[in-house]
């Protein structure tokens, strides 16, 4: 197969950090061709940067070019359903960044219309394709821990001022849409994508009626709970801890972006790939980790996927309900 | 004052390391005259091994000896309403080990007599008397972490075989009354004694009807948040951790017997006092530091207190209510 064609939707931070991960592959596999921003100007400035030939100052434009196979979206939340959309309608495959919408009805619609579509779609929940998170559902499904009946994940930082965006509802801000979501979406893997029993929210909220907390206490058939603490005022412990009748795994700080898995036998390293240019700063932590996905994305166009199998659309589905469920019961704006 | 005449109501494990720590005390403030079993035989061998004066082959006699200024009760939780009212309606000060009582009935019947008798009593949350925990209050009531918005405590190890006795209810068994007390008189220590506006407890229970393991969340007025998990099956991390406006405090592995202290500063560190004999085996970790209620009992009694401001019996009311609640809700077999 020949490379990869992608383009880049939003020159933000995010597709930033992207970038460095799609760089630290072989250009035999992956070719970046084009991005587009808001603004030409802003576009023209991130083609520069990052050496993309063609810099668009419309997502329309993106989406027609016909040169593309693929498209990372990496806009603010409340763009996704839309930005999806015209790239589905288009024909492209889409990589969209975390959550995949602003809420169940959306992830709904986008999900029904890639498929009516018959369009590949995956949320970029890049956590799932570490190598650690191999390693993690390999031990489990192969009993080496037992039945599992507990698990508990946390994450949260202490918010900076330049990040207030991630509280300001115009942004899709709060706790449970920017970083719950990989809390929920480490739990739902653990139990295999099954459908909770029952979901248990407080928090509180922000002057803007986001959450900047949120603790959550999921239970599953038979009586296995996963206990979720996420935060954007706290700076919490950021481990996710997967405990079975037979023994237990821990996936140390960060669980989301992992190097480490803390197993029975011991702790077992997986390295970062080293990055294209290693002095390129990036804006979030081991973020040329993202490369995982973007190969994950070469193998499902590859096989013909329309879905990836770690990362499917019913368990986007599920986090976003679960979501929803757990933002009613804060009381978050989205949903008053 | 002249030394504290300390009796011993029970020969078992947790009265074995309480003498070690009354032992690392100097012996003009603190002398151990009696030990009582249900036999006279481990009476004699207990206190032939401590170097213990008096045994006696019954709880009576020990509250009937009219040298002794307080017993220390180390009986089996279901035991101890009886042996602490015996003790308290002779007179006696009463240091009784966690759980004060079996539920929150039998605490206000314990707790008004001791009342009524003007006995001094208290519930031997040691945890709360170590070094670490007076800076950790010290910290907060300075303001230093600003307002406390949330607490995350866990407690849990993997039962071993030989330790059945902490999932049998004839023993008084199960997670919340054995070990989740700690945490959550760890929390009800942070905000002082207040009362919970809500709690919210999954579980899953023993064979037995007792409770192996519960994910707790206690929410208090104006949306603070504790969420607590304790185990008997599971090795969970048993920290303590408090989350303030302004920076956060974390007591580490393990909190309810803690030598060091995480602040925004720095780690302070705690040791241990140097115990008597320092080859002497222990049962429990730390329990050295047991002497650190032993020496709250002394400043009390020579102030003519009959309560400590440390750990008050209103408190301990309180976590007995808790503790019933979160029972009720897991359908622990003592609230079927």
Redesign the interface.
Known sequence: MAALRWGICSAGKVSHDFLVGLKALPETSHSILAVAARSLESAQAFATKHSIPQAYGSYEELAKDPQLDVIYIGTITPSHLSCAKMMVEAGKAVLCEKPLTMNSEETKQLIAFAREKNVFLMEAIWMRFFPAMFELRRLIASGSIGDI??V?V?FGFRLKPEARGLIDPKLGGGATLCIGVYAISFTSMVFGGEKPE?I?A????SDEGTDN?A?V?I?YPG?R?A?L?F?I?????CEA?V?G?KG?LKVPKRFWCPTKLETPEGTKEFPLPKPYQPSEPTNFTNSVGMCYEAEEIRRCLQEGKKESDIMPLNETQLVADIMDDIMKQLGVIYFK
């Open positions: 009946n507990y508990n946390s029952k248990h407080e928090g509180t909220l907390l603790a206490t239970t009586g709970i206990q603490s935060s005022k706290d700076t919490l412990p801890f405990y009748t237990q």
